[in-house]
């Protein structure tokens, strides 16, 4: 599944014994917190190196208070200052997320977009705790250099696929492969 769709997978994944593996794509994790600090330490960083952002600062086109604004904002949430009255900072998504992934037998492959805020926040979500480290070297994680959240380029799709084949052929190889038998 991909984003909410990886999400779900992994949610319903320990409630049904035949599921033996789960493929995930970019799992929707979104906190407040989760998505000012995936903004804070890998957006803004890289646009303040990107020649249109500058061309667009000296020409007028950014709105200089409203961006400030939006920076202070996701520092004071990411810091802990600062929560939205109407937020769960870790949604019970998150825990139920948390405990099916535990309570999954399966394996999982995890395949993460590098220019997709969305994956940053789970990659940080698995780094942010002893249980979710944990739930994280379970999985078989995969990190698509350079590619956006939809593997909208050719290359990234070929490249997940490929990965996603290789997987699942490492899976099967390991197990014992018992067709179900057949009806009379």
Request: glycine letters at 6%.
């Given at each position: 599944?991909?984003?909410?769709?990886?999400?779900?997978?992994?949610?319903?994944?320990?409630?049904?014994?035949r599921i033996t593996a789960q493929i995930l794509l970019n799992p929707w994790a979104?906190?407040?917190?989760?998505?000012?600090?995936?903004?804070?330490?890998?957006?803004?960083?890289?646009?303040?190196?990107?020649?249109?952002?500058?061309?667009?600062?000296?020409?007028?086109?950014?709105?200089?208070?409203?961006?400030?604004?939006?920076?202070?904002?996701?520092?004071?949430?990411?810091?802990?200052?600062?929560?939205?009255?109407?937020?769960?900072?870790?949604?019970?998504?998150?825990?139920?997320?948390?405990?099916?992934?535990?309570?999954?037998?399966?394996?999982?492959?995890?395949?993460?977009?590098?220019?997709?805020?969305?994956?940053?926040?789970?990659?940080?979500?698995?780094?942010?705790?002893?249980?979710?480290?944990?739930?994280?070297?379970?999985?078989?994680?995969?990190?698509?250099?350079?590619?956006?959240?939809?593997?909208?380029?050719?290359?990234?799709?070929?490249?997940?696929?490929?990965?996603?084949?290789?997987?699942?052929?490492?899976?099967?190889?390991?197990?014992?492969?018992?067709?179900?038998?057949?009806?009379?």
């Amino acid at each position: 599944g991909l984003c909410d769709g990886a999400t779900a997978a992994a949610l319903y994944g320990p409630t049904d014994s035949r599921i033996t593996a789960q493929i995930l794509l970019n799992p929707w994790a979104h906190t407040e917190s989760g998505n000012a600090r995936a903004y804070l330490w890998y957006y803004y960083p890289r646009r303040i190196l990107q020649l249109d952002f500058w061309q667009s600062l000296f020409t007028g086109k950014v709105r200089v208070i409203e961006s400030l604004l939006d920076l202070l904002k996701k520092a004071s949430r990411t810091l802990g200052w600062w929560t939205p009255a109407n937020s769960a900072q870790s949604g019970p998504y998150l825990e139920r997320m948390l405990q099916a992934l535990k309570n999954f037998e399966g394996k999982v492959l995890c395949v993460t977009s590098q220019n997709d805020i969305t994956a940053v926040e789970f990659k940080n979500l698995l780094a942010s705790g002893a249980e979710w480290r944990k739930v994280g070297k379970r999985m078989k994680l995969i990190d698509l250099a350079g590619a956006d959240h939809t593997l909208s380029d050719e290359e990234d799709l070929s490249l997940f696929i490929t990965a996603t084949t290789d997987w699942l052929s490492a899976s099967r190889s390991s197990e014992t492969y018992q067709p179900e038998s057949e009806s009379s």
